[in-house]
């Protein structure tokens, strides 16, 4: 089981070593993490996600306030209402939460989905930067995840970023 999941590192390795032996190769490594976290573009995506969340938010708690508004209603007058006055409030306390229970499960797709949009948007940027980086650094591999160790000499993710933010800059 071990072996199998080493696998790729020994075909990359062996690929790597026969590709090298005969001429001058070059080698680096990203940390895909780290470009993702201090790039400006994943702030900025994190930023606009939270404002749309945020409204949505607001407007889930205030329906919740109403039903809560509703079921204490219900708790301090109910002895004084008629049996068809508690009910019809029943059937509307039942009703908005059925709706806000709805609303809630379609709000945490919305944010998955657009998490996910995100997130995709994002790994197609790092990785066509990634590409110019390692072209105009003239390096023939570069290696991301599933890593144990590297040396900081072959770590382009400084550049990648720096990249990324004049990217972002220029926009």
């Given at each position: 089981?071990?072996?199998n999941?080493?696998?790729?590192?020994?075909?990359g390795?062996?690929?790597?070593?026969?590709?090298?032996?005969g001429?001058d190769?070059?080698?680096?490594v990203?940390?895909?993490?780290r470009?993702?976290?201090?790039?400006?573009?994943?702030?900025?995506?994190?930023?606009?996600?939270?404002?749309e969340?945020?409204?949505?938010?607001?407007?889930?708690?205030?329906?919740?306030?109403?039903?809560?508004?509703?079921?204490g209603?219900?708790?301090?007058?109910g002895?004084?209402?008629?049996?068809?006055?508690i009910?019809?409030?029943?059937?509307?306390?039942?009703?908005?939460?059925?709706?806000?229970?709805?609303a809630?499960?379609e709000?945490?797709?919305d944010?998955?989905?657009?998490?996910?949009?995100?997130?995709?948007k994002?790994?197609?940027?790092?990785?066509?930067?990634?590409?110019?980086?390692?072209?105009?650094?003239?390096?023939?591999?570069v290696?991301?995840?599933?890593l144990?160790y590297?040396?900081?000499?072959?770590?382009i993710?400084?550049?990648?970023?720096?990249r990324?933010k004049q990217?972002?800059?220029?926009?």
């Amino acid at each position: 089981m071990v072996l199998n999941a080493l696998r790729p590192a020994f075909i990359g390795l062996s690929l790597v070593l026969g590709v090298a032996h005969g001429s001058d190769f070059r080698v680096a490594v990203v940390d895909p993490n780290r470009i993702v976290e201090q790039s400006p573009q994943y702030e900025s995506a994190g930023a606009a996600l939270q404002r749309e969340v945020e409204e949505r938010e607001r407007i889930l708690r205030e329906q919740q306030d109403q039903i809560s508004a509703l079921q204490g209603r219900l708790e301090r007058e109910g002895a004084l209402m008629s049996e068809q006055e508690i009910q019809l409030l029943q059937n509307d306390i039942r009703s908005r939460t059925r709706k806000i229970k709805y609303a809630r499960d379609e709000f945490q797709e919305d944010f998955a989905l657009r998490q996910n949009e995100l997130r995709t948007k994002l790994a197609l940027q790092v990785r066509e930067v990634i590409v110019d980086v390692a072209k105009a650094e003239k390096i023939d591999l570069v290696i991301s995840e599933g890593l144990v160790y590297f040396s900081p000499r072959i770590d382009i993710s400084a550049q990648v970023i720096e990249r990324l933010k004049q990217e972002f800059e220029s926009k």
